[in-house]
């Protein structure tokens, strides 16, 4: 029995057809697999390769490689370059100068390679399409005896299998990561290193390596479907050998069982279990790693994409939220583009979007109290509403514009966007407005401070946060009086104590008995912010020490204009704060996180983040306490105020106080995260 191989790789075309650079190394990486006598068994003079040819010169191939062969033969047709269809569906394969606006003369038509493939006396005939559209390659034929899948047209035979990159809605992808094209990578992977042979038999039948291939190239890329289609017996035909013994190919299956059950990872334990194996398997540290690498590779691959459809889906929700029909239908298209599962993706827009308010917080008495008694249960229905109706509150969609600045702080780019909003009502018309916060990821701290390092990433879920610091309004109408410090100081406090000024003077003591009552009279769980909390609020997915850019002016942030940051100029120094609502808010719709008033987080403060432990990165929600180094706690200030520098008032900058201090430009806003329960 021969073994005969003709591959085609088009990478260069002449006419209307994007280059493809991965073809012509396809097909050299097969040959490679197939003249190999361990692996493919073919003699180097029976595999013809083609790189970049004419059309002619392809249907000549063809022709000579199935004419004038025995029953017993093995014929082998791959092709890596641009599949075509015509207006009637019928599909081509492309040459150096084929024109789509000339497929016939031009491209090899599929009716010419079923022709010469139904006229060949051999039996065991094998085609490998690695290009787009290929799924419309096949129509009408018969699996395995009874089961019919639309495949090529009129492609029948005895012992025949087609393997395709794509179905024909379908695009074969080159993908950032591989050197060969994606579905060629992993099919030349699967023969090589032989993890094809699923049944461990030695041998890697065509249904083998489709299996292998489908369920890598779907790991990667989750809009690729390759198809498989053999007529009669043409599933069992046999391309290659893996090795029965080989410690690799065992290593290598037990990696991918690993990394498959922990998604795509390796635990400590499995890292300790493979070192274990590796060294019973007699293989080197540096052949166990890149065995490693290769199974982590696909999966490395598709958790870039996914970062990289998080920050695009970040970037929309700056833009505006919630988002329209247009920006909904482009990230399907992105989605798709990409490659990406639709549970991941679901996922991610459930973490990073804001979420929608439970919905029986917005019935009104009367409403439920009908639907209830519809239901028949009468004088229970109002106890139940005693105990699920909320505070006076509303919803909204709150608009707004922010700003970028240059180096100099000049604004150069006015940004429309908006966000979710929770109104509460204190008393009579004093309200407090929430603002909800996307759950996200980010870099926490900075480089310019010591107690600023090192640079971390945290994860964030989602929360509400106040629009503005605690106004003095506010404050008084829980507390009923002004702070302590003011009433015992009122010529320090002069100028400080309009309505709609931040309230100051309050101690973190005084601040979380604040919360308290505010938790009671709204039924939600509110508290002072975690310092990460804070400046994810802050930076609202910048990375620029300012939340508008490099720098800032005094037209947008209240700090001593004196002392300005970076090539900004000289500006004014207030000298005392301002309302809550002057200036431009941030991305996330936030006002005066930079200067005016320190805030207060509830975290103790640690002299930089070398300490922090692990599960506070995870989740940026948890406060970092429990230093017990027995001095008095002291708690952190973010944001800054009216009488300092510029560089104070980053985002990244960290202040700190003991649990009693207090001064006219220390202040605080307030988080929840929504529940129906309250305690």
Not at 393 to 402: A, D, L, R
Request: hydrophobic share 35%.
């Amino acid at each position: 029995m021969g073994r005969y191989a003709l591959l085609v790789g088009i990478s260069n075309y002449n006419a209307d057809l994007n280059p493809l650079p991965s073809a012509v190394k396809d097909v050299e990486a097969l040959r490679q697999v197939l003249i190999d006598p361990e692996i493919g068994g073919f003699a180097e003079s029976d595999v013809t390769v083609l790189k970049n040819s004419e059309r002619i010169l392809i249907e000549t191939a063809i022709y000579q490689l199935f004419a004038n062969r025995k029953t017993e033969d093995l014929l082998l047709f791959y092709f890596s370059g641009h599949g075509v269809t015509d207006s009637r569906g019928d599909f081509y394969l492309t040459g150096l100068s084929t024109r789509k606006d000339a497929l016939p003369p031009t491209a090899i038509s599929s009716t010419y390679i079923h022709d010469e493939m139904n006229k060949s006396r051999s039996k065991h005939q094998v085609l490998i399409l690695d290009c787009c559209h290929s799924g419309a390659f096949s129509k009408g034929m018969t699996i395995k005896g009874s089961e019919t899948v639309k495949v090529l047209p009129k492609l029948g035979g005895e012992g025949r299998a087609i393997l395709t990159a794509s179905d024909s809605s379908q695009y074969a992808f080159e993908q950032k990561g591989f050197e060969l094209s994606l579905y060629t990578h992993f099919l030349v992977e699967g023969l090589k290193t032989g993890a094809a042979d699923r049944d461990g038999d030695g041998d890697i039948s065509v249904d083998e390596l489709y299996e292998y291939v489908q369920d890598k190239v779907k790991s990667t890329n989750d809009c690729m479907s390759p198809e498989f289609y053999p007529v009669k017996e043409g599933h069992r035909i046999v391309l290659a050998r893996a090795a029965l013994d080989d410690p690799k190919l065992k290593f290598r299956k037990e990696v991918e069982k690993l990394v498959a059950r922990n998604n795509g990872e390796v635990s400590t334990i499995a890292k300790h279990l493979l070192d274990q194996m590796s060294q019973n398997l007699a293989i080197i540290p540096i052949e166990a790693e890149t065995i490693i690498g290769d199974v982590l590779l696909p999966y490395q691959e598709y958790e870039k994409k996914l970062k990289q459809y998080e920050q695009t889906l970040l970037e929309a929700l700056k833009k505006r939220y919630p988002f329209s029909e247009v920006v909904q239908a482009e990230l399907k298209d992105y989605e798709r583009a990409l490659g990406l599962r639709e549970e991941d993706t679901q996922r991610l827009r459930s973490q990073l979007l804001p979420k929608p308010l439970d919905l029986k917080s917005f019935i009104s008495r009367r409403n439920f109290l009908t639907l209830m008694s519809l239901a028949g249960v009468g004088f229970l229905s109002a106890l139940i509403w005693e105990r699920l109706k909320p505070q006076p509150t509303s919803y909204k969609i709150f608009k707004f514009e922010t700003v970028k600045v240059d180096k100099t702080g000049a604004v150069i780019e006015f940004i429309s966007a908006q966000v979710e909003s929770l109104i509460y009502v204190l008393k009579d018309d004093i309200t407090l407005e929430m603002l909800g916060i996307p759950a996200g990821k980010f870099l926490m701290g900075s480089n310019e401070d010591e107690n600023e390092k090192p640079i971390h990433e945290v994860a964030i879920p989602a929360f509400f946060m106040g629009k503005y610091a605690i106004t003095n309004t506010q404050w008084q109408s829980l507390m009923g009086k002004f702070p302590l410090s003011q009433i015992a100081d009122p010529q320090k406090y002069k100028g400080f104590q309009d309505k709609n000024q931040p309230v100051v003077g309050v101690t973190w003591n005084e601040a979380n008995t604040f919360c308290k009552k505010l938790s009671e009279k709204i039924k939600q769980n509110v508290r002072l912010p975690t310092e990460a909390e804070w400046e994810h609020a802050c930076r609202s997915g910048t990375t620029t020490p300012f939340c508008y850019g490099e720098t800032i002016r005094d037209n947008l942030v209240n700090y001593n204009g004196a002392y300005p940051y970076g090539q900004a100029p000289k500006g004014d120094n207030r000298g005392k704060t301002i309302n809550v609502s002057s200036f431009s808010p941030n991305f996330f719709g936030m006002y005066q996180m930079h200067g005016n008033v320190w805030e207060w987080c509830v975290d103790e403060y640690h002299d930089n983040y070398s300490g922090k432990p692990e599960g506070l990165k995870i989740n940026g929600s948890q406060a970092w306490a429990n230093i017990n180094d027995n001095r008095i706690l002291e708690h952190i200030l973010r944001g800054g105020c009216f009488a300092n520098e510029a560089t104070k008032c980053r985002s990244s900058s960290r202040g700190k106080g003991v649990p009693d201090y207090y001064d006219n430009g220390i202040g605080f806003r307030v988080v929840c995260t929504l529940s129906n329960t309250y305690g």
